[in-house]
């Protein structure tokens, strides 16, 4: 597991840009995961800044993202995928037939999991970029998942949909469920950027790093990823000792 610890936001987004520059520069068509969330945004905005000045090209990668929620279709500004349009792709020469995110209004939820399971079965990410919840939870594997979960529906947790109200109008349009990658999904990408800004994220990344790994903290499993890049900013990282800074 590699830790790094961004001065700034500027910092922050060039550090995880980077990541998946160094990516697709190795493998053009590679398969990239993305995650939504306040805590990404500082990386999408430098990967546009690069792909304007020609250092990265998303036109033969394939994207996709861990999480969209229940009941949103795919225009509504909440949606997960209004959000990678607006924050990245429509801004970037990302081919929109290569993209895959599962849809918050299909009318077989079951069968929507079940196509999205074998999209991912069929096309191992390359890069995996995963949000820190909180509450631990990694894309929506809300605490006391099963660590072998595939794409699942989830109700979400009181304390996601809390924390998540500051992009609704209230509490009360919060969507209370959502499709999610599973934890295995999210393991078997070949290499993960895991992501926390903030002191309100101090507690659950100290635990991240060295509590017991154990599905009443999903993000746990980071641990045993072989190649995890874990990058932070300073509030987030406030909490951990001082021999894992250096
Ligand atoms: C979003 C997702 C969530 C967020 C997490 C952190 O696609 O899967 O797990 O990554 O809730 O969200 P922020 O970055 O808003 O604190």
Same mark, same amino acid.
């Given at each position: 597991?590699?830790?790094?610890?961004?001065?700034?936001?500027?910092?922050?987004?060039?550090?995880?840009?980077?990541?998946? %520059?160094?990516?697709?520069?190795? /493998?053009?068509?590679?398969?990239?995961?993305?995650?939504?969330?306040?805590?990404?945004?500082?990386?999408?905005?430098?990967?546009?800044?690069?792909?304007?000045?020609?250092?990265?090209?998303? /036109?033969?990668?394939? =994207? =996709?993202?861990?999480?969209?929620?229940?009941?949103?279709d795919k225009n509504h500004p909440q949606s997960y995928a209004y959000f990678m349009r607006k924050h990245l792709f429509d801004h970037v020469d990302v081919n929109f037939d290569n993209v895959e995110i599962p849809s918050g209004i299909a009318k077989n939820l079951l069968e929507e999991c079940k196509r999205y399971k074998e999209f991912l079965a069929y096309h191992p990410r390359d890069l995996q970029i995963v949000g820190l919840g909180q509450n631990g939870h990694i894309g929506f594997n809300e605490p006391y998942t099963p660590l072998g979960s595939k794409t699942h529906?989830?109700?979400?947790? /009181?304390?996601?949909?809390?924390?998540?109200s500051r992009f609704f109008t209230s509490?009360?349009?919060?969507?209370?469920?959502?499709?999610?990658?599973?934890?295995?999904?999210?393991?078997?990408?070949?290499?993960?950027?895991?992501?926390? %800004?903030?002191?309100?994220?101090?507690?659950?990344?100290?635990?991240?790093?060295?509590?017991?790994?154990?599905?009443?903290?999903? =993000?746990?499993?980071?641990?045993?990823h072989p190649d995890a890049t874990i990058l932070l900013d300073s509030q987030s990282a406030s909490l951990l000792p001082d021999y894992l800074k250096e």
């Open positions: 597991m590699q830790l790094i610890i961004a001065k700034d936001s500027q910092q922050f987004g060039e550090i995880g840009a980077n990541v998946v %520059c160094q990516v697709v520069k190795n /493998k053009p068509n590679a398969v990239l995961g993305f995650a939504t969330g306040s805590t990404p945004i500082a990386i999408y905005e430098k990967l546009v800044e690069k792909y304007q000045k020609g250092e990265i090209s998303f /036109k033969n990668a394939f =994207c =996709c993202n861990i999480d969209e929620y229940v009941g949103l529906v989830v109700c979400l947790s /009181k304390s996601t949909i809390e924390a998540n509490v009360n349009h919060v969507p209370t469920k959502a499709i999610t990658m599973g934890i295995t999904e999210l393991m078997t990408a070949k290499r993960l950027l895991v992501l926390a %800004c903030g002191r309100h994220k101090a507690e659950v990344v100290k635990d991240m790093i060295l509590g017991a790994c154990h599905p009443h903290l999903p =993000c746990s499993v980071v641990q045993l």
